[in-house]
């Protein structure tokens, strides 16, 4: 029998099978079923994230207890202290949240440790505030952030509030695997556990407004502004609300997505990365003559932007808003005299350049990390302690970003409130938002950056992606579309290759990302996705003027599927 075979039967034959998956299991096909047992759901970027189902490799109630079960033997290791201080636990709108944070509450709760569990849906940011504000050991959030509505995910997070990092989720999977039959943990506990399990509402939304409201640098600015909000469908909705609410903005939701519907039914996509999510707030922004259409993702932690220009919407890449909120919040410091000594600025290694430029512009260094906010959180909480620099903002291409590190994850009601100052701020000058980045293109060279995500499902799509990076590590590009390859970066094997030697890469845990730089000053990169079936290409390409990035952007693009084996 196959290790499909027998872990199928295990689950179809178990007494404890949650009743809801029984009919679902019996109408598997043969592909379904391996696809859904050929492995076990692995932690990636972002947690733990995969389809809602049955199976070693869903997001289901039994796989969500091995995994909590695993964090509570972690816990319980760390002492009694540990156990007192407990878990947070947040979730979003998606299918099963709320039953899997409550489960995931009695389940700590059964082994003697306290959890404070929120009341109702609430923004990952808010979670990772929660953990410091309670003085938790940790947290858990249920959310598959941007993914379509078949997905569901579960993050893990520390006591400073940060995603678990490598080395601490590493120990945590040593607990899960260890953990032989998944579908014996039980969450039945007693009257005196039950007292473990806490509640929490407002008790922690009003702290976490008030940090939010706190990063203002213009608050008297006049608010001559329009918005146009989309929580689609998410966590987004009452917490920028409100916050706009208090600040003055004016800000006209979509009403059709301010429901906290789990089959996301009034939007093609809730993930800001595809044009799809803006396809309604463009009506409403062109009905209301909008200055800005902002959009979050369904746990808040990313926002994607719209800005009216030259009389019609043009919609920024994460890698541009973020370059324009950097621009406002440096210059703001400096013209207020409250820029920190030794300033520093995080983003990835899959970010644009142009972030770069500004920070160095301002005096500020930038230090790279690798995709995941946790690196960032990770880097925020070191200089907390070292106080070697202090941080003033961190963000990545994929449109998260972070202004004042009270929270230690991507926070997109701090990022909406400190947009629509920028854009109001911009206003008062004449300008707007896209006006400010075609200032940062004449200063810092034209950028044009884009992402292809070649999507891969399946163990033979897992194979793929594997196969896609072995043979670029085999045969290494020389060039690009005619464009030599200067230097390459491979952060699996740690090493970096310039002008034919050989040096360690340092300063990054192992990860498998490729990158070239080439002779022109454009790069691109490639790795697999940590939260979805995708092999992903980043280019960030220099080009003279837009259209001479646009056209060489088309044709790396190309020379990449040719390369890759993956062309159309």
């Given at each position: 029998?196959?290790?499909?075979?027998?872990?199928?039967?295990?689950?179809?034959?178990?007494p404890?099978?949650?009743?809801?998956?029984?009919?679902?299991?019996?109408?598997m096909?043969?592909?379904?079923?391996?696809?859904?047992?050929?492995t076990?759901?692995?932690f990636?970027?972002?947690?733990?994230?995969?389809?809602?189902?049955?199976?070693?490799?869903?997001?289901?109630?039994?796989?969500?207890?091995?995994?909590?079960?695993?964090?509570?033997?972690?816990?319980?290791?760390?002492?009694?202290?540990?156990?007192?201080?407990?878990?947070?636990i947040?979730?979003?709108?998606?299918?099963?949240?709320?039953?899997?944070?409550?489960?995931?509450?009695?389940?700590?709760?059964?082994?003697?440790?306290?959890?404070?569990?929120?009341?109702?849906?609430?923004?990952?940011?808010?979670?990772?505030?929660?953990?410091?504000?309670?003085g938790?050991?940790?947290?858990?959030?249920?959310?598959?952030?941007?993914?379509?509505?078949?997905?569901?995910?579960?993050?893990?997070?520390?006591?400073?509030?940060?995603?678990?990092?490598?080395?601490?989720?590493?120990?945590?999977?040593?607990?899960?695997?260890?953990?032989d039959?998944?579908?014996?943990?039980?969450?039945?506990?007693?009257?005196?556990?039950?007292?473990?399990?806490?509640?929490?509402?407002?008790?922690?939304?009003?702290?976490?407004?008030?940090?939010?409201?706190?990063?203002?640098?213009?608050?008297?600015?006049?608010?001559?502004?329009?918005?146009?909000?989309s929580?689609?469908?998410?966590?987004?909705?009452?917490?920028?609300?409100?916050?706009?609410?208090?600040?003055?903005?004016?800000?006209?939701?979509?009403?059709?997505?301010?429901?906290?519907?789990?089959?996301?039914?009034?939007?093609?996509?809730?993930n800001?990365?595809?044009?799809?999510?803006?396809?309604?707030?463009?009506?409403?922004?062109?009905?209301?003559?909008?200055?800005?259409?902002?959009?979050?993702?369904?746990?808040?932690?990313?926002?994607?932007?719209?800005?009216?220009?030259?009389?019609?919407?043009?919609?920024m890449?994460?890698?541009?808003?973020?370059?324009?909120?950097?621009?406002?919040?440096?210059?703001?410091?400096?013209?207020?005299?409250?820029?920190?000594?030794?300033?520093?600025?995080?983003?990835?290694?899959?970010?644009?350049?142009?972030?770069?430029?500004?920070?160095?512009?301002?005096g500020?260094?930038t230090?790279?990390?690798?995709?995941?906010?946790?690196?960032?959180?990770?880097k925020?909480?070191?200089y907390?302690?070292?106080?070697?620099?202090?941080y003033?903002?961190?963000?990545?291409?994929?449109?998260?970003?972070?202004?004042?590190p009270?929270?230690?994850?991507?926070?997109?009601?701090?990022?909406?409130?400190?947009?629509?100052?920028?854009?109001?701020?911009?206003?008062?000058?004449?300008?707007?938002?896209?006006?400010?980045?075609?200032?940062l293109?004449?200063?810092?060279?034209?950028?044009?950056?884009?992402?292809v995500?070649?999507?891969?499902?399946?163990e033979?799509?897992?194979?793929?992606?594997?196969q896609?990076?072995?043979?670029?590590?085999?045969?290494?590009?020389k060039?690009?579309?005619?464009?030599?390859?200067?230097?390459?970066?491979?952060?699996?094997?740690?090493?970096?290759e310039?002008?034919?030697?050989?040096?360690?890469?340092?300063?990054?845990?192992?990860?498998?990302?490729?990158?070239?730089?080439?002779?022109?000053?454009?790069?691109?990169?490639?790795?697999?996705?940590?939260?979805?079936?995708?092999?992903?290409?980043?280019?960030?390409?220099?080009?003279?003027?837009?259209?001479d990035?646009?056209?060489?952007?088309?044709?790396?693009?190309?020379?990449?599927?040719?390369?890759?084996?993956?062309?159309?």
């Amino acid at each position: 029998m196959s290790i499909v075979e027998e872990r199928y039967e295990k689950w179809v034959n178990h007494p404890n099978l949650d009743p809801r998956y029984k009919e679902v299991l019996a109408e598997m096909t043969p592909e379904e079923k391996n696809d859904a047992f050929y492995t076990t759901i692995e932690f990636g970027t972002a947690g733990m994230r995969g389809l809602l189902g049955p199976g070693t490799n869903r997001i289901n109630i039994h796989t969500i207890r091995k995994a909590t079960q695993g964090f509570a033997e972690y816990i319980k290791e760390h002492g009694e202290k540990a156990c007192e201080e407990g878990i947070a636990i947040g979730y979003d709108n998606r299918h099963m949240s709320r039953e899997l944070a409550f489960d995931c509450a009695d389940l700590l709760a059964k082994n003697g440790i306290k959890a404070y569990v929120f009341e109702s849906l609430r923004p990952t940011p808010e979670l990772s505030f929660a953990v410091r504000h309670l003085g938790c050991f940790g947290g858990i959030m249920i959310t598959a952030s941007h993914n379509p509505k078949e997905y569901n995910g579960y993050k893990l997070y520390d006591s400073k509030g940060c995603q678990l990092v490598p080395d601490l989720a590493a120990q945590v999977i040593d607990k899960v695997n260890a953990i032989d039959d998944e579908l014996a943990i039980e969450t039945n506990i007693t009257e005196d556990q039950k007292k473990l399990v806490q509640v929490i509402g407002k008790d922690v939304d009003e702290p976490y407004y008030e940090n939010v409201l706190s990063i203002q640098l213009n608050p008297d600015v006049e608010k001559d502004i329009t918005i146009v909000f989309s929580p689609e469908h998410g966590t987004a909705n009452v917490p920028v609300r409100e916050i706009y609410k208090r600040t003055g903005y004016h800000n006209i939701p979509v009403e059709e997505q301010c429901t906290p519907d789990p089959d996301f039914s009034q939007t093609p996509t809730p993930n800001p990365e595809q044009p799809g999510a803006y396809e309604l707030a463009l009506k409403y922004a062109a009905d209301n003559d909008a200055d800005i259409i902002l959009v979050c993702d369904p746990d808040a932690d990313r926002m994607g932007v719209g800005v009216k220009h030259d009389g019609e919407y043009v919609v920024m890449t994460g890698n541009q808003s973020g370059a324009v909120l950097l621009e406002y919040i440096l210059s703001q410091l400096h013209a207020q005299g409250k820029m920190l000594d030794n300033p520093v600025m995080f983003n990835t290694v899959v970010t644009s350049d142009l972030g770069e430029k500004v920070a160095a512009d301002h005096g500020v260094e930038t230090e790279k990390t690798l995709t995941g906010f946790k690196f960032i959180g990770e880097k925020v909480a070191k200089y907390e302690q070292t106080h070697e620099k202090n941080y003033v903002f961190g963000y990545e291409e994929s449109y998260g970003s972070l202004i004042k590190p009270f929270v230690r994850d991507k926070d997109a009601p701090q990022a909406c409130l400190m947009l629509a100052e920028a854009a109001a701020y911009y206003k008062k000058q004449g300008k707007d938002l896209v006006d400010v980045l075609n200032d940062l293109y004449a200063k810092h060279g034209t950028y044009e950056e884009s992402q292809v995500a070649l999507s891969l499902a399946g163990e033979a799509g897992a194979k793929r992606i594997q196969q896609i990076l072995s043979d670029l590590r085999k045969d290494a590009p020389k060039e690009i579309a005619g464009v030599p390859v200067v230097k390459s970066e491979d952060y699996k094997e740690e090493i970096i290759e310039e002008n034919g030697e050989k040096k360690p890469l340092t300063g990054f845990v192992k990860s498998d990302v490729l990158k070239y730089y080439l002779e022109d000053g454009s790069w691109i990169a490639v790795r697999p996705s940590g939260t979805e079936p995708k092999c992903k290409f980043y280019y960030c390409v220099k080009g003279s003027d837009k259209a001479d990035a646009h056209e060489k952007t088309e044709k790396f693009q190309q020379a990449m599927a040719e390369l890759t084996g993956t062309a159309e």
